[in-house]
């Protein structure tokens, strides 16, 4: 088979090289195909660069280099038609330890004891298979052990999911890179390092697991499968538990994708919104006598963990409280103009764009207008400088089961309503299913968050860093307010900019709210560009 050559892949538009973060495997070492083999770091994001075929690497740069889009960056001999080098002893599970065994067992047959025929295989089982954390972004140092699917001992498959890592902003799935029995080192509920080592695979296990299902014990080992299969048929992972108990569903009633049933994080969030389905009668007569237990008035109290999000988004606020100079200026908006253009053409936009027409895609349009007359706003602090940001790269900010993420619409001043408005739907739906990426969320300029989705009058909200303000909008009210010396009813919103004080002045935000008040109470000037 011919050598491959693995060259620098395009990964974005405006990145035309990248630098070796870190070597997966090492120079000689057997990979499979889609194996990922290194990390890459841009100037943006952290990509993986997975085998484009399976055989012997052959590592052409080191961690460190900078290579161009195009460069060569390895190669992948396949003579060895796929199988792994001797020296490599991470591949060595990778050989069939069931063939290896079948030897022994057909001696054992001939002399008449199908019985021990086990013991001799089960005794020299392959070595083992070391799974580490793996590298899941730039900005991530350690993970926490969502939940196990599988137990410990139980056999895997390649690919097959493990368990569940969560991050401070996404929850991973881990696949076994390896078939074997599966021996659990980091414990749910764990926090480990980026490459630390999570748990061990053992090849040749998985041969004794399968023959002695076939020994006389078997009818028992059945009854304990079964056992085990009734139990995790309807349990719901951590995850997957605390998403269910928000949306008030039953796990009875998910059906899970998960080993044996088991409810994954996937599994909860597709899962509709409703109320728990009334128990069947005989589950009904059996929880009265529960109910009945519990005294009136009885008052409960429970005690949660903090997921990595949580913490992180709690030490980032308090940072921000401290280390800037933040203060909120307010004003109102006549909404009045924006739900007559909304209403007049929100029919025929949906049935061109295939998109609805909200209220967001006016905010985003009007404040990249407002920041080109006001750049100080658009400004951040390094050090002893200001940085000014030619482009507006939004933000918003967005509620998932979760907690709260900022994914980043970029280049908002280039985009028209359409555009904005299906950005905006496109990280929306990736963040609710927790597949938001480290780039998606990464390098905002300016945020804008919505509390009157949640039904919020007035707030201040926290400036989201290293970015210098964030424009917050609340609920729309109608109000008695005057109108060329008559009063008239209006839908009224109230909008509050908070900002840090370091960086913009009071007369900079203040006029940088009233650019925006007034983009919003006459949007021709946004088509118009004045």
């Given at each position: 088979m011919?050598?491959?050559?693995?060259?620098?892949?395009?990964?974005?538009e405006?990145?035309?090289?990248?630098?070796i973060?870190n070597?997966?495997?090492?120079?000689?070492?057997?990979v499979?195909?889609?194996?990922?083999?290194c990390?890459l770091?841009?100037?943006?994001a952290t990509?993986?660069l997975?085998?484009e075929?399976?055989?012997?690497?052959?590592?052409?740069?080191?961690e460190?280099?900078?290579l161009?889009?195009?460069?060569l960056?390895?190669?992948i001999?396949?003579a060895?038609?796929?199988?792994?080098?001797?020296a490599?002893?991470?591949?060595?599970t990778?050989?069939?330890?069931?063939?290896?065994?079948a030897?022994?067992?057909?001696?054992?047959?001939?002399?008449?004891?199908?019985?021990?025929?086990?013991?001799?295989?089960?005794?020299?089982?392959?070595?083992?298979?070391?799974?580490?954390?793996?590298?899941?972004?730039?900005?991530?140092?350690?993970?926490?052990?969502?939940?196990?699917?599988?137990?410990d001992?139980?056999h895997?498959?390649?690919?097959?999911?493990?368990c569940?890592?969560?991050?401070?902003?996404?929850?991973?799935?881990?696949?076994?890179?390896?078939?074997?029995?599966?021996?659990?080192?980091?414990?749910?509920?764990?926090?480990?390092?980026?490459?630390?080592?999570i748990?061990?695979?053992?090849?040749?296990a998985?041969?004794?697991?399968?023959?002695?299902?076939?020994?006389?014990?078997?009818?028992?080992?059945?009854?304990?499968?079964?056992?085990?299969?009734a139990?995790?048929?309807?349990?719901?992972?951590?995850?997957?538990?605390?998403?269910?108990a928000?949306?008030g569903?039953?796990?009875?009633?998910?059906?899970?994708?998960?080993?044996g049933?088991k409810?994954?994080?996937?599994?909860?969030?597709?899962?509709g919104?409703?109320?728990?389905a009334?128990?069947?009668?005989?589950?009904?007569?059996?929880?009265?006598?529960?109910?009945?237990?519990?005294?009136?008035g009885?008052?409960?109290?429970?005690?949660?963990k903090?997921?990595?999000?949580?913490k992180?988004?709690?030490?980032?606020?308090?940072?921000?409280?401290?280390?800037t100079?933040?203060?909120?200026?307010?004003?109102?908006?006549?909404m009045?103009p924006?739900?007559?253009?909304?209403?007049?053409?929100?029919?025929?936009?949906k049935?061109?764009?295939?998109?609805g027409?909200g209220?967001?895609?006016?905010f985003?349009?009007a404040v990249t207008?407002a920041?080109?007359?006001?750049?100080?706003?658009?400004?951040?602090?390094d050090?002893?400088?200001?940085?000014?940001?030619?482009?507006?790269?939004?933000s918003?900010?967005?509620?998932?089961?979760?907690g709260?993420?900022?994914?980043?619409?970029?280049n908002?001043?280039?985009?028209?309503?359409?555009?904005?408005?299906?950005?905006?739907?496109?990280l929306?739906?990736r963040?609710?299913?927790?597949?938001?990426?480290?780039?998606?969320?990464?390098?905002?300029?300016?945020?804008?968050t919505?509390?009157?989705?949640f039904?919020s009058?007035?707030?201040t909200?926290?400036?989201?860093?290293p970015q210098?303000?964030?424009?917050?909008?609340?609920?729309?009210?109608?109000?008695?307010v005057?109108v060329?010396?008559?009063?008239?009813i209006?839908p009224?919103?109230?909008v509050?900019?908070?900002?840090?004080?370091?960086?913009?002045?009071?007369?900079?935000s203040?006029?940088?709210?009233v650019?925006?008040?007034?983009?919003?109470?006459?949007?021709?000037?946004?088509?118009?560009?004045?």
């Amino acid at each position: 088979m011919a050598e491959i050559e693995i060259k620098v892949p395009p990964v974005g538009e405006s990145i035309t090289e990248v630098t070796i973060g870190n070597w997966f495997k090492n120079d000689g070492d057997f990979v499979k195909m889609d194996e990922v083999i290194c990390g890459l770091d841009s100037d943006k994001a952290t990509f993986e660069l997975t085998a484009e075929a399976e055989g012997v690497l052959h590592i052409k740069a080191q961690e460190g280099d900078t290579l161009n889009i195009g460069d060569l960056i390895a190669t992948i001999d396949g003579a060895s038609n796929g199988a792994p080098k001797e020296a490599a002893p991470k591949q060595e599970t990778a050989a069939a330890p069931i063939p290896a065994q079948a030897a022994p067992e057909k001696i054992e047959d001939k002399a008449g004891e199908p019985a021990a025929a086990v013991a001799p295989a089960a005794s020299a089982p392959g070595k083992a298979y070391e799974m580490k954390v793996p590298a899941v972004g730039e900005s991530i140092t350690e993970v926490t052990i969502a939940s196990w699917s599988k137990k410990d001992g139980d056999h895997v498959e390649v690919d097959e999911i493990l368990c569940e890592l969560e991050s401070d902003k996404a929850t991973f799935e881990l696949p076994a890179e390896a078939a074997g029995t599966l021996r659990i080192v980091g414990k749910e509920g764990e926090t480990l390092s980026i490459g630390a080592l999570i748990c061990t695979i053992e090849a040749g296990a998985g041969a004794q697991a399968n023959l002695a299902a076939t020994a006389p014990q078997a009818p028992q080992a059945t009854e304990t499968a079964g056992a085990d299969k009734a139990y995790s048929e309807k349990h719901a992972s951590p995850v997957a538990a605390k998403i269910l108990a928000e949306k008030g569903i039953d796990p009875k009633d998910v059906n899970g994708s998960g080993s044996g049933g088991k409810i994954m994080k996937d599994d909860a969030l597709k899962a509709g919104s409703k109320p728990a389905a009334a128990p069947a009668a005989p589950q009904s007569a059996e929880a009265k006598p529960a109910a009945q237990a519990a005294p009136a008035g009885a008052r409960g109290q429970r005690r949660e963990k903090m997921s990595s999000l949580r913490k992180t988004i709690a030490r980032r606020l308090v940072a921000v409280k401290n280390e800037t100079a933040m203060l909120t200026t307010f004003n109102e908006v006549d909404m009045k103009p924006v739900m007559d253009v909304r209403s007049k053409f929100k029919d025929k936009f949906k049935e061109k764009h295939e998109v609805g027409l909200g209220f967001m895609s006016f905010f985003v349009k009007a404040v990249t207008v407002a920041l080109k007359d006001f750049p100080v706003i658009n400004a951040y602090m390094d050090g002893d400088e200001l940085i000014y940001n030619d482009y507006a790269d939004i933000s918003v900010a967005v509620s998932t089961p979760r907690g709260l993420v900022v994914p980043v619409i970029r280049n908002a001043e280039t985009l028209s309503f359409a555009a904005v408005e299906k950005e905006i739907v496109r990280l929306a739906v990736r963040a609710r299913d927790g597949k938001l990426g480290l780039d998606e969320m990464s390098g905002g300029t300016f945020t804008i968050t919505n509390g009157g989705t949640f039904g919020s009058m007035l707030s201040t909200p926290i400036i989201n860093a290293p970015q210098s303000a964030i424009l917050g909008m609340h609920n729309i009210v109608e109000r008695a307010v005057v109108v060329d010396g008559q009063i008239v009813i209006r839908p009224i919103m109230y909008v509050a900019l908070s900002y840090d004080h370091r960086t913009i002045d009071g007369k900079d935000s203040v006029s940088f709210l009233v650019r925006v008040k007034q983009l919003l109470e006459d949007p021709m000037r946004l088509l118009l560009d004045m």
